[in-house]
């Protein structure tokens, strides 16, 4: 079984500063790792994705993030927020079938 | 070009009445097709996901049920709605999961009064 877990529900920062939310996961196999965006009465959007290449992915908007095989972690990073950056993100792991959500972390930029 | 239909996008149900939530995609064949639904404040939850004609995978036991009469059509169905069951549906689907991302339906807003 596969699972995904957001270590934080919500995080804040001032526009301008570094963005980091944290996603850990645990895999049968060799999952891939997925970070999806939802702004408000929007659907989801792909930011980014893993599936075995690189370990560190970029992705749209600025956003990067890194695979850690050794701490089963993958991270979402930005290196300045902008106010637009401001929605729920979502981590996600995928192997065989189907597919697993984390919580949600839901980014509030500050002007 | 691969396009997923979800319907309709908000629908308002009393207490005891039927369900039936349809999704179709176009452009892909023999896709993986899920269910999930994201309740307020809360992540998605993975209810369905179908891997082919008439296979259904149930994740968690609950008041719905799921069917994939043809290849590309996926239907949520609840024969007795309950006030639990308000909620955001997700419809998606994939290509080569465990691969390739998954592509989302712009969801219906199911309110249970």
């Known amino acids: 079984a596969q699972s995904v877990t957001q270590l934080d529900s919500h995080v804040s920062v001032s526009e301008g500063t570094p963005v980091l939310l944290r996603c850990n996961y645990s895999?049968?196999?060799?999952?891939?790792l997925f970070w999806y965006v939802q702004h408000p009465n929007k659907g989801l959007q792909l930011l980014l994705k893993y599936t075995s290449a690189a370990t560190l992915v970029k992705g749209i908007n600025g956003f990067e993030a890194e695979f850690k095989k050794s701490e089963t972690s993958f991270h979402l990073t930005k290196p300045s927020a902008h106010m637009s950056d401001a929605a729920e993100y979502f981590c996600?792991?995928?192997?065989?079938?189907?597919?697993?959500f984390g919580a949600g972390t839901r980014l509030t930029v500050k002007p | 070009s691969q396009t997923i239909h979800q319907w309709p996008a908000t629908l308002v149900q009393p207490v005891g009445s039927p369900l039936s939530l349809e999704c179709t995609v176009e452009g892909t064949s023999n896709p993986n097709l899920y269910w999930y639904r994201q309740a307020a404040g809360r992540g998605l939850q993975l209810l369905f996901y179908s891997v082919g004609i008439g296979q259904i995978s149930s994740e968690v036991p609950q008041n719905l049920s799921a069917s994939r009469p043809q290849d590309r059509q996926f239907i949520l169905s609840s024969k007795k709605l309950l006030l639990s069951d308000s909620g955001f549906y997700l419809c998606?689907?994939?290509?080569?999961?465990?691969?390739?991302?998954?592509?989302f339906g712009q969801g219906t807003r199911l309110t249970v009064v």
């Open positions: 895999s049968s196999y060799s999952p891939s």
């Open positions: 998606a689907w994939s290509v080569r999961p465990g691969v390739t991302e998954a592509f």
């Open positions: 996600v792991v995928s192997d065989r079938n189907d597919m697993r």
